[in-house]
């Protein structure tokens, strides 16, 4: 096997050279073992940011605006057909027809695309990308906050608290769960979710953070059987704290001015379509979280996650999916309109995408979570509006015959899918939107681990060329 095909191998290599001579392009030629190396991709995102700096100079530069705060919003699973799609679901909430309606990031100026595949793998998943977008590299599929070679990386809370800001972290998942761990914590698996907990309360950056707020109570102190409780930790720790865990808590706590710790769930925290009044939503956190946060003298980073549009996928429950969005979209909204654009920079964006597509010629208006009704399958069977390429519902008839899925839909239904299968991520590029001090350096096309270096230039944090002290 080898040595026949030690020759075709050679061709190749030959063959691939030549590729590179013809076409003018520098292949990426360095073996994977460099990829497993932090400063790979720490060097990479440089070169990058000098690119886009360079090309903004010629253009006339212009924005020499610093960013006093940055706010990042993650879609979890937010793939650009949630985004249209979700778009739709507002307007026709509304009572309109949809397409023509507006998400609040179709105010923001500047967009771009994020390539978001890992060291050992083409589709990412939470924890290798989050750690892309908050660490500044790539790294294996499933660890967090460490290079692939298990080398432990700073975040950009990191970089801020170093830079005398405040820092906070909001989701709506388990706070030890792979986005938001990927803030503050290192380690090789995802599923050590109870030394995440010990990281966030014991370790830094963790536990200089400012504000603290979504699910996860157990990994805390009743999961835990190392004998440690560590929200009575956290109180000791931050004797004038906030903790609190209702909506009404959270309000409460608007009268302290101590850190403030909201921990609303056991594991997440339950979808909006499903929580009772007690539960904040995510825009109840975006608003407590600013309004603390801004108190802060020399500005702030905060990272918000709506962290279920990823489960409503998983499940392929396009409903639920779609509504986290919108829950999402408010937060960003709340977002806008609580900051300046002058001196905070909000970049909004997904970890990964997700296998849910818009199949076929609906009109115009059609139910977006409903059934395509003016069109049918080559057997004459209609279909729905949105399916997934795999899940667990192909609305088959007994004979295994696709059957009308039409009384079936709903909001909180299955969607659809093609291939029988759990819903899984899928490993196309996700959007990018910015809006405030440097935004315009987020467009065209990044690696996800140049999100950092450009949120760190534009606020003068980390090791990298800022803007406080630009390259000669
Ligand atoms: C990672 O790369 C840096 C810079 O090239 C090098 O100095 C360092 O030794 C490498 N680390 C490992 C563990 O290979
Ligand atoms: C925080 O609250 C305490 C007690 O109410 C007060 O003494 C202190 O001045 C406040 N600090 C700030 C920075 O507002
Ligand atoms: C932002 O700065 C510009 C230029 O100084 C100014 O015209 C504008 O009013 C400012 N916007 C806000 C919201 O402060
Ligand atoms: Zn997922």
């Not at 290599?13 to 497993?36: H, I, S, W």
């Not at 679901?89 to 309606?101: D, F, I, N, R, T």
């Not at 302290?256 to 009044?277: C, E, I, K, P, Q």
């Not at 899928?426 to 809006?435: K, N, P, R």
């Amino acid at each position: 096997m080898w040595l026949t095909n030690l020759p075709r191998l050679a061709l190749l290599m030959v063959l691939n050279c030549f590729a590179a001579v013809a076409y003018g392009t520098e292949r990426q030629a360095e073996p994977k073992e460099d990829e497993r190396n932090a400063s790979y991709w720490m060097d990479q995102a440089q070169q990058q940011l000098d690119v886009r700096l360079l090309r903004s100079r010629k253009a006339g530069g212009g924005d020499i605006r610093v960013a006093r705060n940055i706010i990042m919003l993650m879609g979890d699973g937010l793939s650009i057909t949630t985004l249209t799609a979700a778009r739709i679901l507002k307007g026709q909430l509304a009572g309109y027809s949809g397409e023509e309606s507006q998400l609040a990031v179709e105010q923001f100026p500047y967009s771009g695309l994020s390539k978001t595949y890992c060291t050992d793998s083409q589709t990412a998943d939470s924890a290798c990308a989050a750690t892309a977008c908050l660490t500044g590299i790539k790294t294996n599929y499933g660890s967090i906050g460490q290079s692939a070679q298990g080398v432990k990386v700073e975040s950009i809370l990191n970089w801020a608290q170093d830079a005398g800001k405040a820092t906070g972290i909001v989701t709506t998942t388990r706070l030890t769960d792979a986005s938001p761990a990927a803030a503050y914590a290192h380690v090789q698996r995802r599923s050590q979710e109870l030394d995440i907990a010990r990281q966030l309360i014991e370790d830094a950056p963790g536990r200089h953070l400012n504000v603290i707020l979504g699910g996860g109570l157990g990994k805390f102190a009743s999961e835990r059987s190392d004998g440690r409780d560590l929200l009575k930790q956290w109180q000791t720790a931050n004797p004038d704290g906030c903790f609190a865990t209702t909506l009404l808590e959270l309000h409460d706590c608007s009268a302290t001015n101590g850190s403030l710790l909201g921990v609303f769930s056991d594991s997440h925290m339950a979808y909006h379509l499903a929580a009772s009044r007690e539960q904040p939503r995510l825009r109840d956190m975006t608003e407590a979280a600013i309004q603390r946060l801004e108190q802060a003298p020399q500005g702030y980073f905060v990272f918000i996650e709506g962290g279920r549009i990823d489960h409503g996928h998983h499940e392929t429950r396009a409903g639920y999916a779609l509504d986290e969005m919108l829950e999402l979209d408010e937060a960003i909204e709340m977002a806008v309109r609580l900051t300046n654009p002058n001196e905070t920079l909000i970049v909004v964006t997904a970890d990964h995408s997700h296998t849910l597509t818009m199949a076929g010629y609906a009109n115009r208006g059609t139910s977006i979570l409903g059934l395509d009704l003016s069109q049918r399958d080559l057997d004459g069977i209609p279909y729905s509006t949105l399916n997934y390429a795999i899940g667990k519902w192909q609305s088959l008839n007994k004979a295994g015959k696709r059957e009308s899925p039409g009384p079936h839909l709903s909001k909180t239904s299955f969607t659809p899918s093609y291939i029988l299968g759990k819903g899984v991520h899928s490993g196309e590029d996700v959007a990018v939107f910015a809006l405030g001090p440097q935004s315009h350096l987020f467009s065209g096309v990044m690696e996800q681990n140049l999100l950092p270096h450009l949120m760190a230039y534009a606020a003068c944090l980390g090791q990298g060329v800022t803007i406080c002290e630009p390259p000669p």
